[in-house]
Nanobody, 124 residues
Framework: QVALVESGGGLVQAGGSLRLSCAAS????????VGWFRQTPGQEREFVAG???????DYGDSVKGRFSISRDNAQNMVYLQMNSLKPEDTAVYHC??????????????????WGQGTPVTVSS
């Protein structure tokens, strides 16, 4: 079992930065892939970034070059550094975890554990 808690969201002006954190419980966290997804009302959930248990990463097209995902297995933490934020980045951001697998990191349906989310608002 893995429990996830996100933090770090808030209000920021366009062009600014935020760092989201995802704190995980459980002794097997290092064997889990972790993804960040975002959702706005009426929209489908969107893949933002993911990091495999071995450290390989992937990003959604809309955030490539602006966002960076990292993990600290010793602290059971995953981070999402968001730079050059745009109003269209406004959403609730969720982290999710799954035991490592070969499936694409963007495949949300394969994640077993989800956090409650942290809201990010980017003003223009």
């Amino acid at each position: 079992q893995v429990a996830l808690v996100e933090s770090g969201g808030g209000l920021v002006q366009a062009g600014g930065s935020l760092r989201l954190s995802c704190a995980a419980s459980g002794r097997t966290f290092s064997r889990h892939d972790v993804g960040w997804f975002r959702q706005t009302p009426g929209q489908e959930r969107e893949f933002v970034a993911g990091i495999r248990s071995d450290g390989n990463t992937d990003y959604g097209d809309s955030v490539k070059g602006r966002f960076s995902i990292s993990r600290d297995n010793a602290q059971n933490m995953v981070y999402l550094q968001m730079n050059s934020l745009k109003p269209e980045d406004t959403a609730v951001y969720h982290c999710a975890a799954r035991l490592k697998m070969i499936r694409a990191l963007s495949a949300g349906r394969f994640y077993n554990y989800w956090g409650q989310g942290t809201p990010v608002t980017v003003s223009s």
